[in-house]
C-alpha cells in the first residue's frame, strides 16, 4: 500500500481522482468503509470544484478528437474495455462486494459479466445505428447522430460499476467524454475502471472520475456551463436538486430514480412461482431501485401464498456476502440501517404486523421483513425504503389491485403473477411502470428501453433510447435535382 493506493483482497485500487489521463489527488480525504464488518478501507481523494473543474476541461479537450474518431474505432477500444473486465473480473468481483457488501458469487455470475456486456452492447448497436433517410416532395431528410459533448454522470451505491457502466458505455460509444462521479459510499470499482479503460487505449481525457461528495461537488458538476449532458441514477430528493442546478444552462437530463414497485399475484397464478418471484425482493439486501416491495395478493390465496413465501424466506441464510453460501448481505452503512428500522419501527407503532422479520441483525445486517396489516396511505406503503422490508396487502377485485399498485408517486416497475394471459395483457395497460414482468423478474434485454414514470425518472437509456439522449439528433435536408432547391 502506497500514499495513494489502498489493497482490497490483495487487489491495489488507486485513491485518488483520474483526470485527463493522470492520476491528481486532492489535499483532503474520505474514508471508504466495508459494510462487511465496518473497517476503514482507505481514505479517498476528497474532490472540490477545484478538481471538477479540472475534469471538465480534460473532458472538452478531448471531446473533438472523440467525437471525430470512426464508430469502428470507437467500437473496437469499447470492445477491448470490455476485455479488461472480462480479464480482471474475480478482481472487480471482490473489490465491489467488500465496497458495497452485496453478494460475491452474484458479481462473478451476473453483474461483472454484465459490466462488459454493456461495453460489447453499445459498441455493436453503435455500429447498427441506423441513419434514417426520409423523402419530402424530392428533399432527402437525412438523420444523423452527433455526439453532444461532456456529459457528467453521477451513479448510486447499490450497484456500482454495473449502474456506471450503463451510462459509462453509450455515452462514449455516441462519441462524448466523460465525467464520472461514483457514490461516496463505494468510490473503488470506478477507479479500476479508470486503469481498465487506459490499459484499453481510450484516450487521455475520454473517461474522467472524480470522487467525493454528492453534497460537495454535486452543484459543481451539474451547473458547469460546458457539460452538455447530465445522467443520474439515485433518490428523488437528490434528483430535485440535480434539475434545479442544470436548469441555469438547460442541461439535458436523465434521471432514473427511486421505486415502490408492486408484486401483482392473482388467485391464478402458480402460487410456488410467485413466492419464489417474491423472496427475490431481498437480492442485495433489498437495495434495489426495481425490487417489487408492495405485495398485492388476491383474497382467496393469500393465506396460502403467505405460507409459501414464509417458507421460502426461511430458508435464505444471510451473512458475509463473500461467503457462497449466503443469500442475503449486509446492507450498505449504519446510517441506512437506521433509516429502514425507523420506518419499520413507525410501521409497527401505527398498527403493521411483522410476518416475518421487524428488527436488526447486529451491527451490519437487517432481518428480511414481511409486514401485513398496513394501510394503503402509510408511509411504509408510500415511501422507497431501500432495505429487505416487503408489505403485504390484499385485493378483491383486478380493478382494485390496479388501483393499489398504481397509488403511489412512484411508477418504476410491476410484476404479475398470473396464469391468464389476457389479464396480464388487460391489467398491464392499466399500469403505470416503466417495466412490467409477468411470471418472470428482473430479466431485461439491453435493447429495450429503460426508466421510470412518475418520480421514478424522467427519460429512458437503453439501446437507441441511450443514444437519443446522449446524441444531438441531427436532420440534413437536401434539396433534389443536385444541389439546387426547387422545393
Ligand atoms: P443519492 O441520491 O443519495 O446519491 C446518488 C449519487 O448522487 C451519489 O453519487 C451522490 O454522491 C450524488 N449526489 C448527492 N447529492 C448530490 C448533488 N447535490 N448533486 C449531484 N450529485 C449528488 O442516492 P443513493 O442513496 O446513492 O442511491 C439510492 C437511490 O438510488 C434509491 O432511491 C434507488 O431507488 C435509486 N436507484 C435507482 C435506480 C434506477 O435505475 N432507477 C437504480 C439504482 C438505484
Not at 294 to 307: I, K, P
Not at 438 to 456: E, I, K, W, Y
Amino acid at each position: 500500500m502506497t500514499e495513494h493506493t489502498l489493497t482490497v483482497a490483495g487487489v491495489a485500487v488507486d485513491t485518488r481522482h483520474w483526470i485527463g489521463g493522470e492520476r491528481v489527488a486532492s489535499t483532503e480525504t474520505f474514508p471508504d468503509v466495508s459494510p462487511i464488518d465496518g473497517s476503514v478501507l482507505g481514505e479517498i481523494s476528497r474532490g472540490t470544484a477545484m478538481e471538477v473543474a479540472a475534469a471538465v476541461a480534460a473532458a472538452k479537450a478531448a471531446f473533438p478528437a472523440w467525437a471525430a474518431t470512426p464508430r469502428a474505432e470507437r467500437a473496437r477500444i469499447l470492445h477491448a474495455v470490455a476485455d479488461g473486465v472480462e480479464k480482471r473480473l474475480e478482481e472487480l468481483a471482490i473489490v465491489e462486494t467488500t465496497d458495497n457488501g452485496a453478494l460475491l458469487r452474484s458479481h462473478r455470475r451476473g453483474v461483472m459479466p454484465r459490466v462488459a456486456h454493456n461495453f460489447r452492447f453499445f459498441a455493436d448497436w453503435l455500429l447498427k445505428l441506423e441513419h434514417e433517410d426520409f423523402e419530402t416532395r424530392g428533399h432527402t431528410n437525412h438523420v444523423s447522430w452527433d455526439p453532444a459533448g461532456p456529459s457528467v454522470l453521477i451513479t448510486p451505491w447499490n450497484a456500482p460499476l454495473m449502474l456506471a457502466t450503463w451510462k459509462v458505455a453509450p455515452a462514449l460509444a455516441a462519441g462524448n467524454t466523460v465525467i464520472l462521479k461514483p457514490a461516496e459510499w463505494t468510490p473503488l470499482t470506478a477507479s479500476l475502471l479508470a486503469d481498465i479503460a487506459a490499459e484499453a487505449g481510450l484516450p487521455a481525457g475520454v473517461l474522467n472520475v472524480v470522487q467525493g461528495y454528492g453534497s460537495e461537488i454535486g452543484d459543481a458538476l451539474t451547473s458547469h456551463p460546458d457539460v452538455r449532458r447530465i445522467s443520474f441514477t439515485g433518490s428523488v430528493p437528490t434528483a430535485r436538486r440535480i434539475a434545479a442546478s442544470a436548469a441555469a444552462n438547460l442541461t439535458p437530463l436523465s434521471l432514473e430514480l427511486g421505486g415502490k414497485s408492486p408484486l401483482l399475484v392473482f388467485a391464478d397464478a402458480d402460487l410456488d412461482l410467485a413466492a419464489d418471484l417474491a423472496v427475490e425482493q431481498y437480492d442485495n439486501a433489498g437495495q434495489v431501485c426495481l425490487a417489487a416491495t408492495r405485495f398485492l395478493v388476491e383474497e382467496s390465496v393469500a393465506e396460502e401464498f403467505t405460507r409459501r413465501f414464509v417458507e421460502k424466506a426461511g430458508q435464505l441464510t444471510q451473512g458475509d456476502p463473500r461467503d457462497e453460501a449466503t443469500d442475503i448481505g449486509p446492507n450498505i452503512h449504519p446510517r441506512q440501517l437506521e433509516k429502514i428500522d425507523g420506518f419499520v419501527q413507525r410501521a409497527l407503532a401505527s398498527g403493521a404486523r411483522a410476518v416475518i422479520g421487524g428488527h436488526r441483525k447486529g451491527a451490519q445486517y437487517y432481518a428480511p421483513t414481511l409486514l401485513t396489516d398496513v394501510a394503503q396511505d402509510s408511509e411504509i406503503v408510500q415511501e422507497e425504503v431501500f432495505g429487505p422490508v416487503l408489505t403485504l396487502q390484499t385485493f378483491a377485485t383486478e380493478a382494485e389491485a390496479v388501483r393499489l399498485a398504481n397509488d403511489t408517486r412512484f411508477g418504476l416497475a410491476a410484476t404479475l403473477a398470473t396464469g391468464d394471459p389476457e389479464r396480464a395483457e388487460r391489467v398491464t395497460a392499466q399500469l403505470v411502470a416503466g417495466t412490467v414482468w409477468t411470471n418472470c423478474f428482473f430479466v431485461r434485454d439491453l435493447q429495450a428501453p429503460f426508466g421510470g414514470s412518475r418520480h421514478s425518472g424522467v427519460g429512458r437509456e437503453g439501446g437507441t433510447w441511450s443514444f437519443d439522449f446522449y446524441c444531438d439528433v441531427k436532420n440534413t435536408v437536401t434539396a433534389p435535382n443536385g444541389w439546387r432547391n426547387h422545393g
